[in-house]
């Protein structure tokens, strides 16, 4: 017991079993939704393990994406949007042309389309211009000296090793010759908004800030559903925002659109009140709380209360919380003020009458509050 303090629980052994069964309540909807809204061809996770990436807070969500808006012409001229397409999409080798090995001359021989690289470099006017660019990045990449004779490119080991030649072969395949390593591929899509019809990009994978630097891209409509991302680059209050939609949108998607937006506002501002980004969990805010029982009501109870007890840690029933648990008044609202109701008696009982008449039936006696 402690004399500040009404109940106060010693996490004692003998005391363990009594609160083993004290598990947290898990809500769990049926949600478990793996497509995104509009776009078909894009795959993002979205219900349940949605909102679970998001109140843990993962550094990288299961599927990155980003919605890239464009600005001026680029966001009404297809061929423009196209450009800024590939300017996001990685562009590897397989997208380019054809790879083949000649094992007798051990040759790694790459034969290029030439719509496609003046599709994706569309500033050149001629292919073999591109494949010059293209030879160049192949040997600053791989270490190698190439042969280029008109969209042809050829190249091998220095020494004739049949294993050294299939590891140049596998080393190309990963080289991006043009746009974001981490974006494999952009949908473009033609959408209503409220400034008219305009192109979206949307992306598998993200890399948010080198997004926003590449022309035509508009910075102030862009987003991505890293909320990390959006933190490193447009700062806390950007991220608390992106909480905000973010769980908002998923709900939503599920029919839940009634949910009150405050709810989510406070669950964002619990994240992100001391200006970075906390899990709501074991690693994160509930397992910092100073009330064992508290910690010990949302995951791996048994382990909080054997901590507690081989620490002889204490419990003081400050929070709502822990009092639910061990059935005490919580210290808040009515249970935080003491009151007694007491009556004096009046000692002049026609006085009291005649106060009573004139008072239009107002009680006799003078109760009060003590």
């Known amino acids: 017991m402690s004399s500040e303090h009404d109940y106060v629980y010693d996490f004692s052994v003998e005391g363990l079993e009594t609160f083993t069964t004290a598990e947290g309540v898990v809500t769990h909807n049926t949600m478990n939704t793996f497509h995104y809204a509009g776009v078909a061809e894009i795959d993002v996770t979205q219900g349940l393990p949605r ?14 994406m980003m919605t890239i808006h464009l600005e001026g012409e680029y966001a ?31 040759l790694v021989r790459i034969d290029l389309n030439d719509e496609t690289l003046l599709e994706r470099w569309p500033t050149y006017a001629d292919a073999t211009e591109v494949a010059e660019v293209i030879a160049e ?45 981490e974006v494999e591929r952009v949908v473009i899509r033609k959408e209503e908004l409220e400034d008219g019809e305009e192109f979206v990009l949307y992306t598998e994978g993200s890399a948010f800030g080198d997004a926003l630097e590449i022309e035509g891209v508009d910075a102030s409509r862009t987003t991505c559903n890293n909320i990390h991302e959006i933190y490193r680059n447009l700062g ?17 998607e ?72 061990a059935g005490k ?4 609202g009515t249970g935080d003020v003491d009151l007694r109701m007491g009556s004096r008696v ?17 009680a006799a006696d003078d109760d009060r509050i003590d």
Request: charged letters at 30%.
């Open 76 to 106: 009404t001229d297809r061929e423009k949007a196209h450009e800024v397409v590939w300017s996001i999409e990685s562009t590897r080798i397989l997208a380019l042309g054809d790879v083949s090995t000649n094992v007798a001359d051990m």
């Open 329 to 332: 008044p919580v210290s808040i």
């Open 51 to 64: 909102l679970i990436e998001l109140v843990d807070a993962r550094k990288t969500p299961d599927t990155p």
């Open 254 to 325: 599920q029919g839940l659109d009634d949910v009150n937006v405050r709810h989510l506002m406070l669950v964002a501002d619990i994240m992100t009140n001391n200006g970075e980004i906390e899990s709501i969990g074991r690693h994160g805010i509930s397992g910092s709380k100073d009330s064992v029982l508290a910690r010990a009501a949302f995951e791996v109870t048994v382990n909080h209360l054997l901590d507690a007890a081989v620490h002889g840690e204490y419990d003081e029933l400050d929070g709502v919380i822990e009092n639910v648990i």
């Open 236 to 252: 806390v209050e950007a991220a608390r925002e992106t909480i905000i939609d973010e769980t908002k949108n998923t709900l939503e």
């Open 346 to 362: 009046v000692g002049d009982g026609g006085r009291a009458a005649d106060d009573a008449s004139t008072d239009g039936g107002r």
């Open 137 to 181: 990045t192949i040997e600053d990449g791989l270490g190698v000296d190439t042969r280029q004779t008109g969209t042809v490119i050829e190249f091998g080991p220095g020494e004739p090793s049949y294993r050294e030649l299939l590891q140049l072969v596998e080393r190309l395949r990963e080289i991006v010759f043009k746009g974001i390593e």
